[in-house]
């Protein structure tokens, strides 16, 4: 029994690794601490590698995208405050922004799909377009400080559990339950704000 399990922490550290610090990066995005991004950012890294083991292409280049947003996030949360405040202020979501992240989500859904039938040998290409556009949303949300995005977190953290069930990756099947918990306590930390 230790052989099996110690093959597969060999045979998993990347996965492993990346889902340590993805439980730092929640930890600090909840606290709205300013190492959420260069934790975020190790962690997109080893998840790239995660992902295009596992055929999750759309998921890949989220970890791109994330650590593209971790450079840009960072910058903003610490350029981007009011001279007057310590900061980055916590805002609602308006409901013309809503509508054109609905626009953005399904047009980037579109784009994903079409991308991973025809060009990938993705056996889910609904699911991975799906989580893919709302989390490209999600986190351009983040950086920006808007509330609303823990909800949109909720939902695809949630979902991600099945996909990553489906394709057998058991430590971050963990991380998103643990990510679906801490996004619940995320939006009620940050809503205090």
């Given at each position: ?27 600090f ?88 039938c ?17 989390s ?48 619940v ?9």
């Amino acid at each position: 029994m230790t052989n099996i399990i110690v093959e597969w922490l060999l045979d998993n550290k990347i996965e492993l690794l990346g889902a340590i610090l993805g439980l730092s990066y929640i930890y600090f995005s909840i606290k709205q601490h300013i190492l959420t991004w260069p934790t975020g950012l190790l962690t997109s890294l080893l998840y790239v590698i995660v992902f295009y083991n596992s055929k999750l292409y759309a998921d890949m280049g989220l970890q791109a995208y994330y650590v593209v947003i971790s450079i840009y996030g960072w910058y903003f949360w610490v350029k981007g405050k009011k001279q007057n405040e310590k900061k980055v202020a916590v805002k609602s979501t308006r409901k013309i922004l809503w509508i054109k992240l609905l626009v953005v989500s399904i047009i980037l859904y579109a784009i994903l799909y079409y991308v991973l039938c025809k060009y990938t040998n993705s056996d889910v290409p609904h699911m991975d377009s799906m989580t893919t556009a709302l989390s490209l949303v999600a986190t351009w949300m983040l950086a920006r400080k808007y509330l609303e995005h823990w909800l949109i977190w909720i939902f695809v953290d949630a979902f991600s559990v099945g996909l990553y069930l489906y394709k057998g990756l058991w430590a971050t099947v963990f991380l998103f339950i643990v990510y679906t918990v801490m996004a619940v306590l995320g939006y009620l930390e940050w809503k205090k704000d």
